[in-house]
Structures are given as C-alpha cells and as structure tokens.
C-alpha cells in the first residue's frame, strides 16, 4: 500500500516504492520517479503558475521549468519523412504573442549557465537521473 504525504497545498507525496514515487498536484500526476532514474513531467492540460511552480519544486536537482514568449510557431515535415519538428519565432517585444513553456538544464561549467533542454511536452520523460 503506498504512502500518501500532503507535502504543500493540494500537493501530495505518494511513495510506491520500489515502483515509483510522484508528486499529485490536485488529480494530476506532475512528476514521477522512476527506479531506472527516469522522470516523467506531466500537466494534463492544466499550464498554471502553481502547477509549474510545484513542478520546479519537484524536479531533479539542476532542471528548472520557465516559459519562452514566442509569436508564432510552424510546423513542417522532417526532410526524411521521420516526423515533424516545430519551428518558434521567438517575441522580445509586446504585441500578440504568448508563451509555452521550456525545460532547462544546469550546465555542469562553473558559472552555471543553464542549458536549453526544449519546449515542455506532456509525459515528457528525463532519461537516466537519479531519484535522490
């Protein structure tokens, strides 16, 4: 039987170890610890600040989860036929636009620059980290 913590507001800490550990944020599962060292990312269609907020809580050490204003984005056909890729026009000024949000990684250099990881996707899975 799992271990249920309230850790912050309508946030809980279920342990189901050695299955997984997650963080629910109200009904919805926003990160999961897998025992292989993967992390799963999840919204569910609720892009909130508190739902970002609690994820950047909860992310491994040296992810961290902001938004990106953009204008507009295009989508087109990979040359070899293997997919699609998503192409941004980013926005440093006002006018129509909105934003999604971004995953970032902390480089391991020693001024910290943080690294670009890619636009957020629901289920988004982090390969290989550790759950401590």
Do not use: C
């Amino acid at each position: 039987m799992p271990t249920v913590i309230l850790i912050a507001r309508n946030t809980w800490l279920i342990d189901d170890r050695p299955a997984s550990f997650r963080i629910k944020f109200h009904a919805t599962t926003i990160v999961t610890y897998q025992p292989d060292g993967n992390v799963t990312l999840a919204i569910d269609g609720h892009p909130t600040v508190t739902t970002r907020e609690r994820m950047n809580r909860y992310l491994p050490l040296g992810y961290w989860i902001g938004s990106k204003r953009i204008r507009s984005t295009r989508r087109r056909v990979l040359a070899d036929g293997e997919g699609v890729r998503t192409e941004y026009t980013w926005s440093r000024r006002s006018g129509p636009r909105h934003s999604i949000w971004w995953i970032y990684r902390r480089s391991g250099s020693p001024d910290y620059t943080w690294l670009d990881v890619g636009p957020f996707e629901n289920d988004m899975i982090l390969q290989g980290l550790s759950a401590s």
